[in-house]
């Protein structure tokens, strides 16, 4: 089996800590560089790829491209100045993409 | 909608047995979708289990990160991280749920075998808030992974519901109806030509009875 790495996308603030992990840091400053540096990652033996919330949120439609397939996995994570709730709210539109219905959260009231 | 079918025997029943095979397969996909239900809305309250105390750990390291920037010149960050002590070896597999392929990871920090010996720089010349955001990353590590495996398969599994979901309703809605109205127009035909000859052959009988007399 092929040995997969890690990648992070983000702004160099935020990410720059994953680099003393052995993870793969991707420093991009704009959304232009993030869909850039997400192909590229994508292309080579990346598995998993995080992506901080700022800029996966401009880059959303290239994101969704990789949904549909086992890997790499995209995943978007909070930057230094905290998540704005964006991945809750993806996993929000997936429940309710699959139920047809917002089962989940609505009872908790978008807690 | 009509399916234009010759109202025969023969058609009638080939319609039967394409009736009964879609039944059997809407009762199938049914519960296929029923069991992709359960593991979807499991997989679902994992991910923001997962979800939550990632953000929450993520934010604490990012934190710590940018008052270590502040404490020491982006210089010597970079200098501290240049060289990684620890390496992440990372294994995908593929998995099965409900015929769904969805991935699995293994995973191990590499290098290091003493955990609290994980930065890769001397403590002279860095920050502790460094040092603390370092290991809290390290802390959020194995939630991250983990994370990206769960949310992967919800979306994977998501989709899949959504498919089943659209052929149990076409099935349920279009297919099985269509199917039932065919037969039920071809026994009505072939009814109604039976009694066309059972009147026929009273008919003659009739007629024949007529003569003979």
């Keep these: 089996m092929r040995m997969h790495k890690i990648a992070v996308i983000g702004d160099e603030d935020s ?9 793969s840091v991707f420093p991009v ?5 993030a869909e850039e540096a997400l192909r590229r990652a994508a292309r ?4 998993v790829i995080y992506i901080t919330e700022t800029y996966a949120s401009e880059i959303i439609d290239v994101i969704t491209e990789y949904s549909q397939e086992p890997l790499p996995v995209v995943l978007t994570i909070p930057d230094n100045r905290g998540g704005q709730g964006a991945a809750m709210e993806k996993i929000r539109r997936t429940v309710e993409k699959a139920l047809g219905a917002d089962i989940l959260f609505g009872r908790e009231g978008n807690a | 909608m009509e399916i234009r079918v010759s109202p025969t025997r023969m058609h009638l029943l080939e319609l039967k047995k394409r009736h009964a095979m879609a039944v059997r397969g809407h009762k199938l996909l049914k519960d296929k979708l029923d069991e992709l239900m ?3 809305l499991e997989m679902v309250k994992r991910d923001r289990e997962l979800r939550e105390e990632v953000d929450e750990k993520l934010g ?5 990160f940018l008052i270590a920037r502040g404490a020491m010149s982006s210089n010597s960050v970079d200098a501290a ?3 990684p002590k620890e390496q992440i070896s990372l294994k995908a597999s593929r998995r099965h749920i409900m015929n769904v392929e969805v991935p699995e990871f293994e995973w191990s920090f590499e290098g290091q075998e003493d955990r609290t010996n994980i930065y890769p720089y001397g403590f002279a010349y860095t920050s502790s808030e460094l040092d603390t955001a370092i290991r809290l990353l390290s ?9 990206a495996e769960v949310e992967k398969s919800v979306e994977l599994l998501a989709g899949e519901i959504e498919r089943t979901r659209r052929r149990v309703n076409a099935l349920e809605h279009v297919v099985i109806p269509q199917l039932e109205r065919s037969i039920k127009y071809i026994t009505m035909k ?3 030509a039976e009694r066309a000859n059972i009147t026929r052959l009273m008919k003659v009988k009739e007629i024949v009875g007529e003569r003979s007399v």
């Design chain 1, 15 to 23: 990410i720059l800590g994953f680099r003393a992990l052995g993870v």
């Design chain 1, 29 to 33: 400053r704009n959304g232009k560089e």
């Design chain 1, 44 to 47: 080579r033996d990346y598995a």
């Design chain 2, 38 to 40: 359960k593991q979807f």
């Design chain 2, 60 to 64: 604490e390291a990012f934190r710590g």
């Design chain 2, 81 to 83: 991280l240049m060289y």
């Design chain 2, 139 to 147: 802390e959020a590590m194995p939630s991250l992974v983990e994370l």
């Design chain 2, 190 to 192: 072939l009814d109604e």
